[in-house]
């Protein structure tokens, strides 16, 4: 019977034989917080003085076994009476009984650390176990970094938990990791368990995991993972904290490794990096909170229609099928089909060689998409994202088709990058039902999703929108219409600083490397630029009455010439496909040579020997100006918004937070114009 007086988030059962059941009970996900510490360790002391308990089985509540410490914790330090993950494991750890971990769903971070502590460990198979920590700029801090390596060998352990991914139960149960994989209630199966010797995982020797290395055998490898991972300054610094503490694994006794892991763990929870994750993690999770916005239920999305079979529209067909929404793809030219099926298939496969998907999977979903010429195919599906040339006239005339085609009430969505939602809404009898659905190339890869939402939307189109870049596993962030959005509207104003600090002498192989290299994007502004197409910034910059990027029209001279890009083999760099099959950016003395003269015509100043520090700084700094503009006109809901934006869709290094949380925290920035800085912060604190 389940005591009555047990606290709300622990419950304990007597299972009887002497079994004690404890079951964690504090939804969403059993958060392995300081109150449900609190409440867990006198229970475990009450069980470790019951002679009558010999066994003590942990198991969770909500479909969880637990996700691990609350990460609000972490910003608050325990005092004299609080009690942690580690109070737990370590009156565990003295208990005389036998301990069994069993769960039907997900053991992760403290929760895993928790079923590490445990004698033995059963799941069911839907079950996956995983230390994520290093996503957080921290490391397992609950001797995580200890045990792990002392049950499957150091550099196992060290390659789980520095990819920070979940594992699957049979494999887990395959690694050692889990001692039984239960077909039927996790709960009976653990009764099994009980009275068996104790096994605690902290009295085992760590193991290597690495054959034929004799006496050098834990420096090299050691070494060799540390040369592995970034550099301490350029998003490492978690990496290499938890390399030290497996060697401590390897090298100390338990009890002198368990008192190293805290140390280092809490240098992590202190440093800036770890700061900007928590801080991206807790702006993901307010994105779909939008003020103002009446509760609806969202339409359910059945089945999707993609008008265009180029790169981007298959790319998004993809998206639907992955998500298990059949799709019909509108398109005319049969080159374009062909293309957009070898695409699919291709891309389906390679899936299932990466054992994502099983071949069965693989031809459903592949098949699940289809091809059409006329528009009337499209009467009954339930939403349309229209994939076609960034073109105003040509996007209207699409919508108008669209208007006439489908049902009443289906949702009519643009891919559009920069263009006005209103205005295409226009072209309807339905401006209600239309919304932007931005995605980012590769449509299938890339996790960010723009949801905009004109001055017509309905409560339920929006909601809708939130709702489906769930189910397609999008990162989704709402934003209001205006050129550009979020991403692209600030992108511009990026890549015109790096173009003026290109005038003034700074080479841009040198710009990207400093970006990428020093600063830790994924690529430098110019080879974004490339990558994207110079001709597709000339003709945005037309259509915006032919503002350039800086002061001088280098990228017009640049298409002009033909070069656009990595697609022609030259832009703003050359790119040859015997290197790098292609991709790889080679500087071009020819540019810098016409940078250079266009620059003197203009009189632009030269200053070629800025620092490193300086490029970085005027790179970021109209990246905050532009993002908080963006929030203060109601385009962006929330700074950490912007920064999602930002790292999610343009590689901005998650370890600095987003750009307006590095504007705050780690630029000391001024805002545009000259006032007060604490403008950010009342902005990132709205």
Known sequence: MSNSNTPQRVKTTDLGDGVLLITLDSPPVNALGYALCGELVPLLEAAAADPAVTTVVFTGANGFFSGGADVNDFSTPPTGDTKTVRDVIETVEKSDKTFVAAFDGSALGGGFEL??????????????????????????GAGGTQRLPRLI????????MLKGDMMKAPDALA???????????VI???????????????EKKAELGVANLGLFATPFVVAQAHMMVPPEENGGFAAHKLIDAVQAAIELPFERGWARELRLFMELVQSTPSAALRHVFFAERELSKVPGLPKTEPIEIKTAGVIGAGTMGTGIAIVFAEAGIPVTIIETKDEAVEKSREMIFGTFKYNVDKGRLTQEDAWKRANSISFETDYAELGDVDIVVEAVFESMPVKKDVFAKLDAATKPEAILASNTSTLDIDEIASATKRPGNVLGLHFFAPANIMKLLEV???????????????ALGKKLRKVAVVSGNAFGFIGNRM????EAQAVQLAEEGVSPARIDQVIKEKFGFAMGPFAVADLS??????????????????????????????????????GFFKYDKAVGKGRQAIPDPEVEQLIAQLAKEAGIPQNPNVSDEEIIARCTRPLADSGAELVRNGIALRPGDVD?????????????????WYAENEAHYTPKGGTAAAETKELTHA
């Not at 502590?117 to 230390?131: E, M, N, P, Q």
């Not at 690694?175 to 994989?181: C, M, R």
């Not at 009976?188 to 902290?202: L, Q």
Request: hydrophobic share 35%; with cysteine.
């Open 115 to 140: 079923a590490l502590a445990c004698d033995y460990r059963i799941a069911t198979a839907k079950s996956r176990v995983g230390l994520p920590e290093i996503k957080l700029g921290l490391l397992p």
């Open 533 to 570: 197409g110079l001709d597709v910034y000339n003709f945005i910059s037309q259509s915006q009455g032919g503002s350039p990027l800086g002061r001088i029209l280098i990228i017009a001279k640049l298409v002009e010439q033909g070069r656009l890009g990595q697609k022609s083999g030259a």
């Open 188 to 202: 009976e199966a653990a009764k099994k368990y009980a009275g068996k010797p104790k096994r605690r995982i902290s």
């Open 491 to 494: 992108l511009f104003e990026y």
């Open 452 to 466: 905009v939402r004109g001055k017509e939307t309905s409560p339920q189109t929006l909601t809708t929108g939130i």
């Open 153 to 160: 060998g150091a550099n196992d352990a060290l390659q789980m």
């Open 175 to 185: 690694k050692g990791i889990l001692d039984e994989v239960a077909s039927g209630d």
């Open 644 to 660: 999602i934006v930002w790292i999610y869709g343009y590689g901005f290094p998650p370890h600095h937070g987003g750009p307006m």
